[in-house]
Every structure is written in C-alpha cells, then in structure tokens.
C-alpha cells in the first residue's frame, strides 16, 4: 500500500471530475497528452517515495544549524533537493524560455501533492524559489533577469519573501525597512526581517531575497510600499559575486518542519545592501497580492499533503493492528482480536479523513484548473470568469486546507491510539509539521477578511454570483439521478444557508453594525470552505454513480446481494463505491451542520465585542 497520496483518486480528479486532458486543445498546451501528464504523476510519486520521503524523518530529527553565521540545512536533504532540481520540477508550469516545461499548472500541482506529503520542510526551499523568480519574471528587468532568474528557475539559486517584521506581522504598513535612492538607481535597503523561510541554508550557493521596504518620503501604510530584488550574494560589473550586506542573525526553534530553515536576516547593518526595484514605487503591495494567489494555494497543498498521507498511514495500521473483539461479541472473553479498521468508531474516523481528504483534493485541484482556464481562456469574459474563480477559491483553499488537514493529521493519532503519539510513529511528525499552514502567508483570520472584504465585493458581487450560477447549472443534472436527490437536497439547503449570511452581511457592513462581518469572517469562511467541499464531493458522487451502474450492468449485478459480493471482488467497484460513501459522509455529517453554523451567525450576537477586557478573567 502507498502512503503519500491515492494516485488513483488524483485521477479521477483530473480526468473523470475536471477532464484536464481537454486542456490540450489549447495551443498552450498543445505538445502534451494525457499520456504525458500520467508520467509526470508517475515519477513525481517516485521521486517522492525514494528520495523526498527517506530524508523528511532524517530532516525532522537533524533540523537546521546556525553555526559562525552560517545555517546547515539538513545533510539528509541535500541529495533529496539535488534530485528535484535536475528533473526539472521547480519550473515544471513555466515556459520554456525560462528554462521550464510548460505544462498545465493543475498537472504540477498534482505532482506537488506527492511531495508535500513526502516532505514537506524540504519542498518549501524550492516552493518559495518559484514564488520569488515569478514575480522577477513579470516584474523585473531584462538585465537582472538574466543574471538571477533562470538560475533560480533552475534550482543554482535560491529566493525568499521578506515581508514579516518584529513590529509588523500581519500589519504589514507598520514595515520600518528603509530603501534609499542611490544615483545608479539602485537603491541603498536598511532594516531588519523575521521568520523568512529559507532565508539562508546551504543547499545553494545563493539566495535571492523579494524585500518589502518604504523608500524615503513615501506614504504611511501599504500605499508607501515597494518591493526590491536583494540578492545575498550580488553580481558586480565583472561578473563575480559579493557580498551584499545580507546576514543571518539566527534561526527558530520551532515545533514543526524543524529541517525548514526560519530566519531572522538584517540588510544593510554596514549601509552596504544593494537593492533592485521591482515594478513600480509605491506598488509593492500590489505586486504582491499578484503572486499570493500561488502563494496561498501552495500552502493550501501543503494541509492536503500531509492529510493525505497521515490518513494513508492510519488506514494501513488499523488494517494491520489487531485490538479488541468484534462488537457483536464484545462480551465474548473467548472472541478474537480482530483489526481495528472492523470497529465502528475507527472506521467513523476513517471516513472523516478519507472524506475530507478527498473534498481537499477536488477543491485545490479544481482552483489550478481555473488558473490554467484562465491562461488559455479565447476571450476577456471567459478569462474574467476563471479569474473570478480563483479569487473566490483562494483564500477558501489555504484556510480550509491548513485548518482541515491539521484536524485529518489529529484524528491519524486518533486511531494510532498512544502510538500516535510518540516519534517511532510519523503521525506525529504530520501533525507537528502541519499546524504551520494556518499562520504563515496571511494566517486564517486574514485569509476570512480577504474572503468578506475583497473577494465578496468584487464587481459588485459578481464572483459569488458566477459561482452560484455554475453549481446551480450542475446541480440540475445532479437532481436527475433518484439515487443522489437527497443528497443534493441536503447540499441545496446548505447553499442557501450559505447565501443568507451573505445577504446578512451585505446590510450588516451598510449599518453602524460593520464590525459584526468582521467578527464571524473566519466561521463564514469555514462555512463556505463546507459549501464548495460538499459540492465537489456531489459532483465527484454524480460521476462515480454513473460508473459503478455501468459496472454493476458489465458484470450482469442485477440485485442487491450480486452488487454487494462485486463491490468486494472488483477494485474498481470498490472505488467508486467509496467516492460516493465520501459524499455521504460528508453531506450528511458537515452539510446538515449549515443550518446551526448560518444560525449562530446571524444571530448576531456580539458578545465578544462587548465583554471589557478585564471581563476575559479575573485577576
């Protein structure tokens, strides 16, 4: 049994629910087939099984050195990051003029699912390479192109975000980082960043930082933000590199992805810090947001990678562990032990994970979809539409998977029992290395703000109303399968919930109650994460129900116990009688919830806001 990821579900995904071979009409993606992407899936799930995977305990256990101003990363990921470099994977989605190989981005997503559950402390140091050589991509120089983006493409070189600060986390416009303007028109950076994954290590001979700073004179808040290329190591006129007054003060000691180095770095201590202008004075912020939307899903990912494989690992060992007598014979001191995947409430949290993982897979999937539908899109209306999609989809995909995926990885120690709990087991690792996703890149609060605040007033509303409109469209043929109908009465109930705390928090943000949206922005968010995971579960049930009847028809299954005995005996069978379980479950046990979630926030209660501080405990 493999432990990252369920190949087989991923596709289905990709091929059953999303059909993304179709993407290959598109001249974009016109060189590949679905022939090449399923080996792209297949030695991505090898590399992760023999390189990534053996080093993620190794990397746990060794985790990062600071020593004489240099930080080690683990010597276990060095061979493991070598690997991934040479086969391409860092670029896998970008062109081939940056030295990429142009696939679909929901197909190097996939890949990526294999190695976030492999590993995922070692993945971030060329995940956070990408984000920053994007974004040097559409916004930097020819010049400086050349000299730092194709090696960071290729994996030479590293890169980083810096935007966090001792004073200004999630408060970004409070940054004290300062860029003075030099005569060259480079600018003179000044200031000091906190908990910059990758920041420095040794798995490459440079790093090239993305460094949010204010330049002299500009304006308060993020309005006064720009953003810079700051490389730790800078090419000279000749061509060699220097040092560029980059320099690690420390690294965290953290209680998770220990062999991902965390760093403190300050630029300029010796005014000798060159910096490079990205795009435009004063736009720094916008740039950003424009690289986020990959940001927060690759984090989105990293929930569903390790999900994924603490639900694979405890599925294996209550298969294997034997514990306890058959519920039937409960009293039966003579009964045998039998394996703990044949008690009830094993097999409920069972369920819960295999559910969950699965709307997490259909639903981050589905969000790279929209990404590359909206690359390809034949006009402005079907490219507004995809964007849209994702907009809506993006902070839903990173709350809800960080969120989700810890609670998967608790219930894996759940079901281990008291071996869960302890390091000769890997659940533990999951859980440790998981809780991270809902902090970093915006933590989950942040995330439900960018949801009522940006993403739900955009064009008046229009991307909740394109969304409305699809499933609306879909549900109709859903309805039509008898099989199905009470399930998607459930859904349709709950999407209505769902449009009446909308509604109620449209005339709520009109009144002197503004802050009440504010205040249940992250359970509407969980709500809406529970809205599109019920869907997608439904429509993956719509599809599978219509393959198992085929089966069921093949197989000449007539009645009820021929179809029982051919779920037992066909594989196939049995999968598609899991995809719809998982809707079941899920439906049944989440779906039924909105109603109460929808209650509890409009009933308005604003209790939270008005407790004086001294009333939070006594003393």
């Not at 190591?233 to 690690?248: A, I, K, P, Q």
């Not at 942040?446 to 008046?460: F, S």
């Not at 109460?596 to 308005?604: D, H, S, Y």
Request: contains cysteine; hydrophobic residues 40%.
């Amino acid at each position: 049994m493999k432990l990252l990821a369920d190949e087989r579900d991923i596709k289905f995904v990709l091929y059953e629910q999303l059909h993304v071979e179709e993407l290959c009409k598109y001249p974009a993606y016109s060189d590949f087939s679905q022939e090449l992407f399923d080996m792209v899936i297949d030695q991505a799930e090898k590399l992760a099984e023999k390189e990534l995977y053996p080093a993620n305990k190794l990397g746990d256990q060794q985790g990062c050195r600071f020593e004489d101003g240099v930080v080690r990363a683990p010597e276990a990921f060095h061979k493991a990051y070598r690997h991934y470099c040479e086969g391409g994977w860092l670029a896998i989605a970008d062109p081939p003029e940056v030295g990429g190989q142009g696939l679909p981005f929901v197909v190097a997503n996939a890949a990526l699912e294999f190695f976030s559950a492999a590993n995922w402390a070692l993945i971030m140091y060329p995940g956070l390479t990408h984000g920053a050589a994007r974004l040097l991509q559409k916004y930097g120089t020819p010049r400086l192109q050349n000299i730092y983006m194709y090696k960071m493409f290729s994996g030479e070189w590293g890169g980083t975000m810096c935007l966090t600060e001792p004073g200004a986390g999630s408060d970004v416009g409070n940054l004290t980082t300062r860029a003075v303007r030099n005569a060259d028109g480079t600018y003179a950076i000044q200031g000091q960043k906190i908990f910059i994954s990758s920041g420095m290590h040794d798995l490459t001979e440079n790093i090239v930082h993305m460094v949010l700073a204010r330049i002299e004179g500009a304006p308060r808040g993020t309005r006064g933000i720009s953003i810079f290329l700051v490389p730790r190591l800078r090419v000279d006129e000749n061509g060699n590199l220097v040092e560029n007054d980059v320099v690690c003060s420390g690294i965290e000691h953290k209680m998770g992805i220990h062999g991902s180095a965390t760093c403190s770095l300050n630029f300029g201590e010796n005014g000798n810090c060159v910096g490079y202008l990205m795009g435009q004075e004063n736009k720094g912020m916008r740039i950003m947001f424009d690289m986020m939307n990959e940001a927060r899903l690759f984090v989105g990912m990293q929930g569903l990678g390790h999900a994924s494989a603490a639900y694979l690992h405890a599925l294996q060992y209550a298969k294997e562990r034997l514990q306890g007598a058959p519920v039937e014979r409960m009293k039966d001191a003579a009964a045998p032990r039998v394996p703990i995947i044949d008690h009830p409430d094993v097999r409920r949290m069972l369920m819960f994970m295999k559910s969950s993982t699965e709307a997490m897979r259909a639903m981050l999937h589905l969000a790279a979809y929209c990404i590359d539908r909206e690359r390809v899109a034949e006009s402005e209306e079907e490219r507004e539409l995809f964007q849209g999609h994702v907009d809506l989809l993006i902070p839903i995909c990173k709350s809800v998977g960080s969120d989700l995926g810890f609670r998967v990885c608790e219930t894996a120690i759940q079901v281990y029992g008291g071996y869960g709990f302890i390091s000769e087991y890997p659940v533990e690792q999951f859980l440790r290395d998981c809780k991270i996703a809902s902090l970093y890149e915006g933590t989950n609060g942040i995330q439900a703000l960018d949801l009522i605040g940006r993403k739900l007033t955009m064009k008046r509303g229009q991307l909740i109303k394109n969304a409305l409109k699809t499933t609306r469209e879909m549900l109709i043929k859903f309805r039509k399968n008898f099989r199905l109908n009470e399930l998607a009465q459930i859904y349709e109930e709950a999407e209505e919930n769902l449009v009446q705390v909308t509604k109620f928090f449209a005339l709520k943000s009109m009144t002197d109650e503004f802050h009440v949206p504010v205040l249940y922005a992250k359970p509407y968010l969980d709500l809406f994460g529970d809205v599109v995971m019920g869907f997608v579960l439904l429509w993956q049930a719509h599809i599978a129900d219509r393959r198992l009847q085929e089966i069921y028809r093949d197989h000449n299954a007539k009645d009820e116990k021929a179809q029982k005995r051919l779920i037992q005996e066909n594989r196939s069978a049995a999968f598609y009688f899991g995809k719809i379980a998982s809707a079941q479950f899920f439906i049944n046990q989440v779906l039924t919830q909105a109603a109460g979630k929808a209650r509890g926030i409009m009933n308005n209660d604003k209790s939270p806001l008005e407790v004086p501080v001294d009333g939070f405990v006594l003393g």
